[in-house]
């Protein structure tokens, strides 16, 4: 890596930092572009030359930590089953749930649900039981992730990252009930 790209990589760092620490204190629509700047101790320009403007700081957040989930499940070969891959997420939601619940406190969900569903893509194309999914299927399985993880960090994220992996399965697996009754 050049020292110009390590700098780079500083600066959307820092700057992502000074967002999400803003964030503890202000409301998002309340913080300024100078704020964020002011607090990463960056140029006005240098946040320009990395984003442009504060949702794609968040965006390009999100992407990095799916990033690493998808690195991750591919380095321990977790891509083959569906309550590993499930685990491994609710594992990374847990270690982000104070700067999630501040994303959803300021009604900035969507920017967690778009990278989410790229990653979903990736997954599925590595994966053949996922991807016969049609549409539908997809879809659900987005929006009932995101919106189980939405809640589980809402309400303190009480459960661990197993026992949500095993209630989610529960209700994936609610057609082989039925059969059974």
């Known amino acids: 890596m050049t020292k110009k790209n390590k700098q780079s990589q500083l600066s959307q760092e820092w700057i992502i930092e000074a967002l999400i620490q ?11 572009i100078t704020d964020i700047t002011n607090k990463a101790g960056v140029a006005r320009l240098t946040f320009y030359r990395n ?38 997420s609710f594992n990374y939601w847990q270690r982000d749930a104070e700067t999630l619940d501040l994303l959803i406190k300021n009604q900035l969900f969507y920017l ?26 997809k879809s659900f399985i987005l929006g009932g992730t995101t919106q189980a993880m939405r809640s589980w960090i809402t309400n303190g994220s009480k459960d661990s990252p197993t026992e949500i992996t095993e209630t989610l399965l529960k209700i994936i697996n609610l057609a082989t009930l039925s059969d059974h009754s």
């Not at 803003?22 to 300024?32: E, S, W």
């Not at 569903?117 to 299927?137: D, M, V």
């Open 22 to 32: 803003l964030l503890k204190t202000k409301n998002y629509h309340d913080i300024t």
């Open 112 to 137: 967690i649900e778009q990278p989410f569903y790229s990653f979903l893509e990736k997954i599925i194309a590595e994966n053949s039981q996922l991807n016969q999914l049609n549409t539908i299927q």
């Open 51 to 88: 984003f442009k403007d504060k949702d794609d700081i968040l965006l390009t957040r999100s992407y990095q930590l799916f990033e690493a989930y998808f690195e991750e499940l591919k380095a321990n070969n977790k891509l083959v089953t569906i309550p590993a891959a499930l685990h491994l």
